[in-house]
């Protein structure tokens, strides 16, 4: 893409949409993103009136390019969010908007193009002793629900993000104890996924099994009284339960990097790691991440690094749709 074409694409419309919240923010020039305002999704029918609710609280400017990162699988033009009523045709949104350019792409898949932009202050090394540039990268997260993708480098010195749902793969028990957990899991849910136990409501999931085990009486819990519990003192079984937790992510960790070959890192997204980062530290999560019998030294190598940025979505896409613009103006200028 030229450089005149480049800047005549500006400002571009940027989206980050989960099942909650709705992110929106302006690019104004290359890699320069303002106007970032967070829209509560329960409080409009449709994206077009969130959208258009975003663009009157920032002046109405004239955008023509917009991507859209979305917390649900992105196959064909129908989108059917799992965890909010939103469903749309992409093509009739970009023409509701009055976009030449409308892209979606996964929320993870936007997660670990945001990494090729991520600044050192924006993460927390945990472990690790080399980390290969040009080597593929892991991105996975627990939040509300565990995204999973990856970073792959391209000859032209570019990378590709994966978009993937390796969050719903079957979880494997590491010792007896997790085992019991999979177990409670299984007679409640059936097929018991690695999402089942590494979200939040998985983290409530862990601390329901274990207190069936113990025979004690399981109080309603949330994640943040979990996790507030266990950091205090308050609860040993609550304590127990954020280990496992970490121990679990270890685990699933792993076999993404040994998956991946993910020499150039491993990096965990979502809102839930930050939120108890100096336990997580000291946690039995590296211990557990290196713990592959005979590739235990190949993993050892392999730094983990915590993502702290705020908004790394809006980034993420705004990679995406900077790619994509670059191939469509190619065609355009023949």
């Avoid at 709705?22 to 994206?47: G, K, Q």
């Avoid at 004239?62 to 059917?80: E, H, L, M, R, S």
């Avoid at 998985?202 to 004690?216: N, P």
Wanted: charged residues 20%; glycine residues 10%.
């Amino acid at each position: 893409m030229s450089t005149s074409a480049n800047n005549k694409s500006y400002p571009r419309l940027l989206a980050d949409i989960g099942g909650t919240n709705a992110r929106f923010a302006l690019e104004v020039e290359a890699n320069i993103i303002e106007n970032i305002e967070i829209l509560a999704c329960n409080d409009y029918n449709s994206v077009v009136d969130a959208v258009k609710k975003y663009l009157n609280k920032v002046g109405n400017p004239v955008v023509k390019y917009g991507a859209f990162a979305i917390a649900n699988p992105v196959i064909g033009d129908w989108v059917q969010m799992t965890n909010h009523h939103w469903a749309f045709s992409i093509e009739t949104t970009r023409q509701a908007l009055d976009l030449e350019v409308l892209i979606l792409i996964n929320d993870f898949t936007a997660q670990a193009y945001a990494i090729s932009r991520m600044s050192t202050t924006d993460l927390v090394q945990i472990g690790g002793t080399s980390c290969e540039i040009n080597a593929p990268k892991a991105v996975l997260g627990p939040g509300t629900g565990l995204g999973v993708s990856g970073l792959i480098p391209c000859h032209n010195g570019g990378c590709i993000a994966l978009a993937g749902e390796g969050g719903h793969t079957s979880f494997s028990p590491f010792d007896d104890t997790e085992m019991a957990i999979w177990q409670y899991a299984r007679k409640k849910y059936g097929h018991v996924s690695a999402e089942r136990f590494l979200s939040g409501s998985g983290l409530v999931l862990i601390y329901e099994a274990l207190a069936d085990r113990e025979r004690v009486k399981s109080l309603n819990m949330t994640p943040e009284l979990i996790s507030e519990y266990a950091l205090s003192g308050k609860s040993p079984l609550c304590r127990l339960t954020l280990d496992i937790f970490c121990a679990m992510l270890g685990t699933v960790s792993a076999d993404l990097a040994l998956t991946l070959g993910a020499r150039g890192g491993v990096y965990l997204c979502g809102g839930i790691i930050p939120r108890f980062i100096d336990y997580f530290k000291t946690s039995p999560f590296r211990v557990r991440f290196e713990n592959k019998g005979r590739f235990d030294a190949y993993l050892a190598a392999i730094p983990i690094y915590v993502v702290l940025a705020k908004y790394s979505g809006i980034y993420g896409v705004a990679v995406a749709l900077e790619n994509h613009l670059r191939d469509y103006f190619s065609k355009k200028q023949g």
